[in-house]
């Protein structure tokens, strides 16, 4: 008997590999991935529109655009091709305390007070939502679940106190079975002030994994850490007056820029921040560029709506300084008056980052170097480059109003696009566990449909 060692093969008559078989193999793999990626290259990625319509075929795919009909176009790249989202909303009857976050422990604030103001966005939101074809009834097949509450207003007109505020909260989530089974991932809060999810104090225990709506992006100036985390929660657009967003005559009519008597202003109070205050000094050196009247909220001096945007809208540039958090209102109403924003807030987070090129349409100015610097720039962009950014702000600025769905492009709208990325296949938390026959189980191992409230929270 031979002593060979026997070599088992599929082909025992193939030729051996050799030192150039590999390297021939390894110039082809090569070869192979450089024309395929130089393929890839060659064609875009079709964008999608909000309606499906499918009407245009040359968006730019890292910016939002509408087509001719006034349709947004939305780009494909991690969104899908359309909408498909199921979002429960949770009834205010449903949930013990629920009511108390709505209109207060007395129940006599109304949502058409809470609706008014730069706060609105909470009542427009839950209003949108409970009108919404993506809503289900069901809460078994719902991919999200909205947790309406109008807390920022309620505070404001004292209906409750920060105590009672948090204690409503964890109240209303001890009763949630769902908000247990995800450990929050899946449902969705709205905290449409600067002040952002630090409303509810205990926000970092219980809801640190929700989806968080929010105009603010950075507290870190008073708190700790800032509750709005990019990678979950959404920038939103803060709530412009409906009297400027409306289809149609709306208060105030945009000047053309030879008729501005001004370079630039500022309308707002000093709140005694420092980039305020640099331009309130600046304006009195350079009355004839800059304006910036100290607002009156009171008195014979107070402006009315229609008179504050006649001044915003009176000036090439509005400028945005940082005031008692990052985001500002300013910034989204110079888009409806047509000024150019200059954004002096170093930290400020912008809504739908993912599609908007905003070097296209506003202007960021390090707040660092407010000074006759600032005003020696503006005054060195010619009118034909302003009037390109504001004619890029027009084809974009729908994204800032609180529309209904029959509308083709609107805040809402933008939200949902955002929401679909959000939504997972499963759910899991650290409180939940799951058996071989696909049921979901508590620590006592109680099926899913069996849990009782109150639950036990983080």
């Known amino acids: 008997m031979s002593n060979k060692p ?102 006599t604030i109304s949502s058409h007070a809470c609706l008014k103001g730069q706060w609105g966005s909470q009542v427009k939101i839950h209003r949108l939502l409970l009108g919404s074809r993506f809503r289900t009834r069901k809460r078994e097949e719902a991919d999200l679940f909205f947790v309406p509450a109008y807390v920022k207003c309620v505070r404001m007109l004292g209906g409750l106190n920060d105590k009672e505020i948090n204690q409503t909260y964890v109240k209303v989530l001890s009763q949630m079975p769902y908000f247990r089974r995800s450990g929050g991932r899946d449902h969705i809060f709205v905290f449409p002030s600067g002040a952002g999810a630090h409303l509810f104090r205990s926000w970092a225990t219980y809801i640190n994994r929700s989806i968080i709506l929010t105009p603010e992006g950075d507290r870190t100036d008073k708190k700790d850490t800032s509750a709005f985390n990019t990678w979950k929660d959404i920038i939103i657009p803060g709530n412009v007056d409906d009297g400027m967003t409306k289809t149609g005559a709306t208060i105030f009519q945009p000047l053309s820029l030879s008729k501005r008597k001004y370079l630039a202003n500022y309308l707002g109070r000093a709140q005694k921040k420092v980039g ?93 170097l407010i000074g006759p610097e600032l005003l020696e720039y503006l005054t060195s962009i010619p009118d034909e480059v302003i009037e390109g950014m504001l004619a890029r702000g027009r084809q974009v600025r729908c994204l ?37 026959n696909g049921s979901i189980v508590n620590r006592n191992l109680v099926e899913f449909t069996n849990w009782k409230p109150p639950m036990p929270l983080p």
């Open 6 to 107: 026997r070599v088992f093969s599929a082909h025992p008559q193939n030729t051996p590999c050799t030192r150039t078989h590999k390297i021939g193999a390894l110039i082809l793999i090569t070869a192979t991935f450089f024309f395929t990626r130089l393929f890839d290259q060659s064609f875009s990625p079709s964008p999608c529109n909000l309606n499906y319509d499918g009407s245009s075929q040359n968006a730019n795919l890292h910016v939002a655009k509408t087509n001719g009909g006034g349709h947004l176009l939305w780009p494909e790249r991690g969104y899908g091709s359309h909408l498909s989202l199921k979002i429960y909303v949770y009834d205010e009857n449903e949930i013990d305390g629920l009511k108390d976050l709505l209109y207060g422990k007395d129940g």
């Open 276 to 368: 305020r205050l640099k331009l309130i000094e600046l304006a009195k050196q350079y009355g004839d560029k800059l304006e910036c009247p100290e607002l009156q909220f009171s008195g014979s001096n107070k402006l009315g709506r229609v008179e504050y945007f006649q001044h915003l809208g009176n000036a090439k540039f509005c400028l945005a300084p940082r005031g008692e958090s990052s985001w500002t209102l300013r910034f989204y109403e110079s888009f409806f008056v047509e000024c150019v924003p200059v954004i002096l807030s170093d930290q400020v987070e912008l809504p739908f980052q993912n599609v908007i090129d905003y070097r296209e349409i506003s202007i960021k100015w390090p707040s660092s």
């Open 400 to 436: 800032w109003v609180y529309a209904p769905e029959s509308e083709p492009c609107s805040a809402m709208q933008g939200v949902m696009w955002e929401l679909q990325r959000k939504v997972r296949q499963f759910q899991q938390s650290a409180e939940t566990f799951w058996l071989h």
